[in-house]
Nanobody
Framework: QVQLVESGGGSVQAGGSLTLSCRVSGRATNLYAMGWFRQTPGKEREFVAAISRSGSIANYADFVNGRFSISKNNAKNTVYLQMNLLEPEDTALYYC???????????????????WGQGTQVTVSS
């Protein structure tokens, strides 16, 4: 059974930084592309960043604008999202997911992911 556990969320002021972690069990991260999404109340879950199976390719949503960095440590079966220059608009519940099937390419489509964690809350105050 695949389990994903996110951590690292919290409350910061605008301009601050956070690093989110997603530890995966039951599925080897070196075999799967992974992604981070976020959701606010009343809105659909939106793409933030994704990384390829090998870790060599990373894609980001336009709103990231160079502020975030996704990485993976396959030895620890963990994926990270380093977030800098946080803005109040970044306030959301952040989820990590594993892509369905063994593909090298990362995906920005929520429907391509079949396993999710419970989320970690990020709150940015102005």
């Amino acid at each position: 059974q695949v389990q994903l556990v996110e951590s690292g969320g919290g409350s910061v002021q605008a301009g601050g930084s956070l690093t989110l972690s997603c530890r995966v069990s039951g599925r080897a991260t070196n075999l799967y592309a992974m992604g981070w999404f976020r959701q606010t109340p009343g809105k659909e879950r939106e793409f933030v960043a994704a990384i390829s199976r090998s870790g060599s390719i990373a894609n980001y949503a336009d709103f990231v604008n160079g502020r975030f960095s996704i990485s993976k440590n396959n030895a620890k079966n963990t994926v990270y999202l380093q977030m800098n220059l946080l803005e109040p608009e970044d306030t959301a519940l952040y989820y990590c997911g594993t892509r369905r099937g063994i593909f090298e390419e990362p995906s920005s489509s929520r429907t391509d992911y079949d396993s999710w964690g419970q989320g970690t809350q990020v709150t940015v105050s102005s």
